[in-house]
């Protein structure tokens, strides 16, 4: 989610989607005013932890997972077991012998197997078809594309539900958002997972695959306490009396973290003036259960009028989350919960910005011409070298666009325009 922010922050893109997919796991998470959301009580193995993670989503579903026929229903099944870095059937140095997602990939002619991590690894197209037939369409009564194509469509919609549901489920409409789409697998499928969900944009930087990479040297150096709290604000009380009580209280609290971040910084040699600390709460009505993240616009609130802005910045966020018609000040306040993150900055990638060019792609950049399976039909798709693309060009599917560790997939009734930073707007023309 780093990774993303500092993308989004360089931008100016205050509210994006991200989805990383790789071989195992479709990753989702949401970016909101340049900032991601923080889930206080995750659960993992079905247990609840007291323990502030960052809110993400994961589904078992990359292009590695394998794909089997369930004997009982005659249906396709997807994963949730993957082969991971080990590709598919089609990848004949490994062992791997269920079909994956990506043999299907090569099946369908998306993927060249020629160019397979620029070349090194060897993949063998006849053993993708061979293996699909006895695995997926024998047993289905199908043929060897239609069954591919199956595959993909199943794990697309899977996909695309999953998005909309994180989207949706946290109270957003999808049109408020910039889909960011990275991860090896990502450019493969971002076409078919975002169908119709009504992004403002779907973004796709040409480094995708390295997405991860970038993100670890984009991340600050950062520490962050939290302690939990029952701080009222009761609204019978005037500001000013609710600033010697509550107000303190809550200040007292705030400095005992940031003491405790300070000494995590002095511990790696970093002193005090080289950290910029960010003051946050939970909050919520009294007497209700769901509290807000709410970063305060000051440090210390132990004066009326310090005190008066925090409740004005909850009351904002509670309006844009919920609605002018939900908020109920005249019930009073209570901080459920306060913490201290302290960040250091340190030297970060850069984004690329280079002078943009023409709409038609360069000669250089064209490969060949290949037949690929759309929706059902072979139809001949042009190939590009997607990092011979120049910033400028656009391109309408069918079209294929073959970098060193990920393919850009590029169906019929989609278009693309590379940016002055090397990243790809993905457009429906229906």
Not at 165 to 181: D, H
Request: hydrophobic fraction near 35%.
């Amino acid at each position: 989610m780093s990774r993303a922010n500092y993308f989004g922050e360089k931008l100016d893109y205050e509210n994006l989607v991200c989805t990383d997919i790789g071989g195992t796991s479709f990753d989702m998470g949401i970016i909101i005013g340049n900032d991601w959301q923080i889930d206080y009580s995750p659960e993992m193995a079905r247990l609840l932890l007291s323990l502030p993670m960052v809110n993400m989503e994961s589904v078992g579903a990359g292009t590695g997972s394998y794909v089997r026929v369930n004997p009982t229903f005659d249906k396709i099944e997807l994963g949730p077991e993957s082969a991971g870095d080990q590709v598919g059937v089609s990848a004949v140095e490994t062992d791997v012998e269920t079909v994956t997602v990506t043999d299907c990939h090569v099946a369908m002619g998306w993927i060249n197997p020629e160019n397979f991590l620029g070349g090194d690894m060897p993949i063998d197209r006849d053993v993708a078809e061979r293996e699909i037939k006895e695995q997926i369409a024998d047993p289905l009564g199908m043929g060897v594309y239609e069954a591919a194509q199956g595959v993909i469509d199943i794990l697309e919609s899977k996909l695309r539900n999953d998005l909309e549901a994180v989207v949706t489920g946290e109270g957003y409409a999808p049109s408020n958002f910039k889909c960011l789409s990275y991860g090896g697998g990502g450019p493969v499928h971002t076409a078919g997972y975002t169908k119709d969900l009504g992004f403002d944009e779907v973004l796709i930087p040409e480094w995708a695959a390295g997405f991860s990479a970038f993100g670890c040297g984009a991340a600050d150096y950062e520490y962050r306490y939290d302690q939990t709290t029952s701080i009222d604000v009761d609204p019978d009380l005037s500001m000013e009396e609710a600033a010697e009580t509550a107000g303190q209280e809550l200040t007292e609290v705030w400095k005992n973290l940031e003491q405790k971040v300070e000494d995590e910084f002095e511990n790696s040699n970093i002193g005090r003036s080289e950290i910029e600390f960010q003051y946050n709460i939970l909050g919520q009505y009294q007497g209700q259960l769901n509290s807000i993240d709410i970063e305060s616009p000051v440090s210390r609130v132990d004066t009326p009028e310090k005190l008066e802005r925090l409740l004005d910045t909850f009351e904002e966020e509670y309006r844009r989350t919920y609605s002018e018609e939900a908020r109920s000040p005249e019930l009073g306040h209570t901080v459920t919960q306060a913490s201290v993150r302290g960040v250091r900055d340190v030297v970060k990638p850069e984004i690329p910005t280079e002078e943009t060019q023409d709409p038609e792609p360069p000669e250089e950049a064209f490969k060949e011409t290949r037949e690929a399976y759309w929706d059902g039909e072979w139809m001949e798709t042009k190939i590009y070298d997607l990092h011979a693309l120049q910033p400028g060009n656009e391109l309408s599917g069918p079209a294929v666009m073959e970098g060193a560790a990920t393919t850009y997939a590029l169906p019929p009734d989609c278009e693309t325009y590379l940016d002055e930073h090397r990243v790809h707007h993905l457009t429906r023309t229906e």
